[in-house]
């Protein structure tokens, strides 16, 4: 009995050298000491039931739930990234770095994260990081509120019959004096521009700055009070709900993009478009709004967890491995904790400033280890690549094959993100069933690489030329605004005035149908719209409403297969890389590793590679849109161009991760020789040196 009670005790009160600090308040509620002097367990603790927040398991579902819901959050942005450019007139590269600046904030902190995650109160923390990712995505929503509603036109959008005939070519005597852009620009719309553009790069990195504690300090505290064995289990699961968070966020943008923009203060007449029209912007920002309640649902239940819980009982059939890890420990002296090694030895008694002069030294040795920097460079590729693509993949297939934002994002989020979740799953399966050594996995990493190499070659060749647009594009033998010059000179078309006609016929598009010359209109409803009379068209037209569609429409769906095969291939290697650089860098230095390799990567990767991409689009647009003097969006792209700048990226970085993958399996194979040659010169020697022991020694030497 009295063991049992000391057993009890030292639960109680934790290990010998503690016994000064007071117990946490929770666990002191959980235990029944809270109110009994001396913090000794009361007569009747035993008759206390623990709280419902005292379990690993329930912690393990809410872990689960809120990761899906903040990856959810931060991935939106990506599904709606050509509507923003739309509706605040952002160029691509803009848009890029607005994405990547959910990396600033993270990267800044996250370095810290390993050293406070051991002297705070991680699930308090997290409910806190949550809270700041919901006001984030809040904040995302505010220019959507405080912006004037959106004009698709020249002219008040609360009448629709203006919108038709205000882009009709009159004579210059009964055109209404418009008000165009440079009368409606002044220094306090250019002011509100900026600010509604800043509001969203300060929310995009408090996005960033509150989930810097969410997955650190969920993954060690489920690590640190699960059993040992139920660990790898419970972390599988979060990691499996987590990887559904990217495709919810297309999804969510696929079905939100269907709703206009102003849902919530429709003018009085509706409006006349549909979401087919080129200006349709969708209601971007009410996915932020949902995605944000569900995170602050999500962080409720971490305000409840206790700072520490009960290990988690051990289950008989673990009873071998558990007194096997106490055999280990026996050396250790009486009540104290198995030694530690590395920076996690030293990690608790480092001040800050003292901290920060040690990282260096461990940064420089484990960037100096060649196994270690040649797998970070080819992750750092691979993720060029996946970041450029998560970014600005919906926008490419709207404008490649004229398929709107809500079925590009819809493709995404059932195609892409099931391969790359296949992807993972599938290679850890072949790590842990075929026992893969180092070598065999940087060989499953070099095919992996040179699969996804060869899916992204037939990409170059799978889209279509952009169409004919009338002032703007000519193509050989087809027919232009040369048949008919001077066309359009009694019509005093506005030079910012965008509502693209098209010529079926002919696939010739005009920017309105004003550019056509088209003096009357017939709307036998809302959704199918025709202008007649045009004198800058062959037989006069009609011409119908909206931009031509493409000739490439039906290869959308095998393009999106061999995006996801090639996703499904640089899944594979997310595993076997993963395990390269636990196997081999040092024991002591594994942890450190793991977070300079997630630091790299945000740095090198995630953060640049939007901006890239976005820059590279931009190159190949060939009529941007003008607001107050400046450039806004770009309305026309060259197909061709953007295709092969595209897809030319992506095949660029891909090479570079194949590259590296390829000197690490030689190095590894040089590794092995060296082993095998010490593992037979010792054998050798001894033999030479019994059968010949009247030579000398240096006879000898092999």
Known sequence: ???????????????????????????????????????????????????????????????????LAQLMISGYLKSSISTVEKRFGLSSQTSGLLAAFNEVGNTTLIVFVSYFG??????RLIGCGAILVALAGLLMTLPHFISE???????????????????????????????????????????????????????QTLLGVGGVPIQPFGISY????????????????????????????????????????????MPEGGISLTSKD??????????????????????????????????????????????TVVSKDEDAPPGEPPKKEGLAQMAPDLTVIQFIKVFPRVLLRTL?????????????????????????????LERQFSITASYANMLIGC?????????????????????????????????????????SLPLFFMGCSTHQIAGITHQPGQPGLELFPGCMEPCSCPSDDFNPVCESSTRVEYLSPCHAGCTNQAAPDKSHVFYTNCSCVTGSGPVQAGSCNSACSHLVLPFMLLISLGGVMASVIHTPSFMLILRGVKKEDKALAVGIQFMLLRVLAWMPSPVIHGSAIDTTCVHWAQSCGRRAVCRYYDNDLLRNRFIGLQFFFKVGSLACFA??????????????????????????????????????RV
């Open 149 to 203: 509603p959106y004009r698709y036109d020249g002219t008040s959008s609360g009448n629709v019959s203006q919108d038709f005939e205000a882009s009709l070519c009159l004579p210059t005597t009964l055109v209404p004096a418009p008000a165009s852009s440079s009368s409606n620009c002044s220094s306090h719309t250019e002011a509100k521009h900026l600010t509604m553009v800043g509001i969203m790069f300060v929310a």
């Open 1 to 67: 009995m009295k063991t049992v009670e000391c057993q009890s005790q030292v639960l109680v009160d934790g290990p010998v050298g503690e016994e000064p600090q007071m117990p946490d308040k929770d666990t002191m509620a959980m235990t029944g000491t809270e109110d009994t002097p001396g913090g000794r367990a009361s007569p009747d603790s035993q008759d206390l039931q623990p709280s419902v927040f005292h379990s690993i398991k329930l912690f393990v579902l809410c872990h689960s739930l809120l990761q």
């Open 222 to 265: 489920i690590d640190d009070f699960a059993h040992s064995n139920n660990s790898p289990l419970y972390l599988g699961i979060v990691f499996a709900v987590t990887l559904m968070g990217p495709g919810l966020a297309f999804g969510l943008g696929g079905v939100m993009l269907r709703l206009y923009v102003d849902i919530d203060r």
């Open 663 to 700: 000197l690490i399996l030689a190095i590894l194979r040089q590794q092995d020789k060296e082993e095998g040659t010490k593992v037979t010169c010792p054998g050798l020697q001894q033999q030479l040196l019994v059968s010949q022991p009247e030579k000398k020694p240096e006879e000898s």
């Open 118 to 123: 051991i002297r705070v109160h991680r699930p």
């Open 278 to 323: 080129p200006r349709w912007v969708g209601a971007w920002w009410l996915g932020f709004l949902i995605s944000a309640g569900a995170v602050a649902l999500a962080a409720i239940p971490y305000f409840f967890f206790p700072r520490e819980m009960p290990k988690e009982k051990q289950e008989l059939h673990f009873r071998r491995r558990v007194l």
């Open 368 to 396: 100096r280890h060649p196994i270690f920097l040649l797998v970070v460079l080819s992750q750092v590729c691979m993720s060029c690549a996946v970041a450029g693509m998560a970014t600005f993949l919906s926008k490419f």
């Open 415 to 455: 195609l892409s993100i099931p391969g790359a979740i296949m992807g993972i799953v599938l290679g850890g399966i072949l790590v842990k069933c075929l026992h893969l050594s180092p070598m065999r996995c940087s060989a499953l990493c070099l095919l992996g690489s040179l699969f996804c190499l060869l899916f």
